[in-house]
């Protein structure tokens, strides 16, 4: 991002220049409030990262905005921008088009939306990413026990992604719980070692098996 | 598959020949005893393609073994059995020989398991289908109610499967959970509407973040 649009990135906050168009605050929500509180310069346009956090946490700012990004971010892989789809507000229309004007410079869809639905997003993004590699993990802790590599799974997880793109969630729910078929459910409850998996099956089945009867 | 191996699907029990090389009956684990019973050429090669139920339910024929296809099936998409791996197995080795030919036939990975493998596997693959499909059919129920388009979450859903390919889950996990951020996800269980969906959220963030301190 900073080499798009010719911007330092800095992690001392006695670094910082007074002169910017814009300061972007990326840091974890935890520790949002102590970077505020301590930087000077009031007269500024800044915006804070964070998928959660109001955007009233930065008023103390003369202009201030969220500039989200929806994505997953590990440190190993690079990110491509136009395949980040950016959440942004700001406290007036015309700074709310600097940001705009920013995302369509990174080539980022955007979507202005107020807080709340922003932190709706967040935890929707949770269960989209989070929660799914961790489906992925307890898949693939369980193919380590019966020694079986994991390689095995990467078309499924493939097709189940791929499916997503052209149809609901829901039209393309298959499995036991989507059947309610109790012995097999019943079965694999049985052979699940780790109490957790085991209370995550029975959780996540019952979902979607309510889920099945509503359609 | 009948039209690569000149087969005949059939759907009659009454209409099925009597000399064919291979019988494979597929259907719900709990129909499967009952056609089992009903068939009535016992000098035969059956396989069923269930992922849960043991070899051993077609012990009544002369040979007998499994066919299991480890991939999300729809209606509505044509497979391409070049991306179903098949998890195979056979009353003997000459038998279990003639299934790795027929998958070889398909262009399909194989692999030669026994039947509980062949079951964990099947409860890896309910994790990480099933229940992926369903953390994105709940990510969509919360976008519905903020009035967001599911859109939104597709480059999310393509990185988390993508990044897959290449490291493993635990190494690439993200997210308030994996940082044990309990403000942010108290916010989130806060904000959730849905008694069941708040309990999926705690209880997955707990085994996320008991995984994270593992690491």
Redesign the interface.
Known sequence: MAQITGANACTDLLAITSNADLYVISV???ALATVVSELKMTNAFVVHTSG?MPMEVLRKFEHFGVFYP?????K??ELDFS???LLIEADSASYEERLAYLAKTLKSKF?H?NS??R??????????????????????D??K????P?D??????????R???T????N????????N?V??MQ??ID??EDP??K???Q??S???S??ALKK
């Open positions: 974890p929500d935890a959660t929806l994505q997953t971010m590990t190993e892989y395949e980040v789809p979507y939306v709340e639905k932190c709706q997003a967040h935890i929707a993004a949770v269960f989209a990413c989070n929660f799914t590699n961790h489906m992925y993990h307890i898949a693939s369980i193919l026990q019966a020694e079986l994991f095995l799974l990467l078309p499924l997880i493939r097709e189940t992604a499916k997503i793109e149809d609901k969630p829901s393309i729910q298959t499995g036991p719980a989507a059947r078929d012995n097999v079965t694999h052979m699940l957790v998996y209370e995550i099956y959780l996540v019952k979902s979607i309510t889920q």
